[in-house]
């Protein structure tokens, strides 16, 4: 598993790079610079939705299947709580921040469920 996670959180970090100076080109053409705080802030909580899951998963490794369930509902209730206080904050700010920091979060979950698939399916591959 921690092949899986190094080597995907490598892949994640090569392609947000990639989608960042795409969406930055983009909102830069489009004369909306301003959003990319959006976008950056959608990075985050998206990286951390990770980085939590994956750490809850990691702990739930060890332990009895009672216990792994509850580790897992505790890890969504925080990812929830989380992702429902950022889009809160950036709703507050603007409409057009608010949608910024949901695609730069879709960007992140999709990305990396995409690349936690593809890694999967080589492991399981070989």
Do not use: H
């Not at 990639?18 to 004369?31: H, I, P, R």
């Not at 369930?69 to 904050?89: D, E, N, S, T």
Request: charged share 10%; aromatic share 10%.
């Amino acid at each position: 598993m921690r092949e899986i996670l190094v080597t995907g959180t490598r892949q994640l970090l090569k392609a947000l790079a990639v989608c960042t100076l795409l969406c930055a080109s983009t909102l830069w053409g489009m004369g909306r610079p301003e959003l990319l705080g959006g976008l950056m802030a959608g990075y985050a909580t998206g990286l951390v939705w990770y980085g939590v899951m994956f750490g809850r998963l990691w702990r739930s490794a060890d332990m009895t299947v009672s216990q792994a369930k509850q580790q897992v509902v505790v890890g969504a209730i925080l990812r929830l709580l989380l992702m429902g206080a950022v889009f809160w904050a950036a709703i507050q700010v603007s409409f057009g921040q608010f949608l910024a920091t949901v695609a730069g979060f879709g960007i992140v979950y999709v990305l990396g469920m995409v690349l936690l698939m593809l890694a999967n399916r080589k492991l399981f591959r070989q």
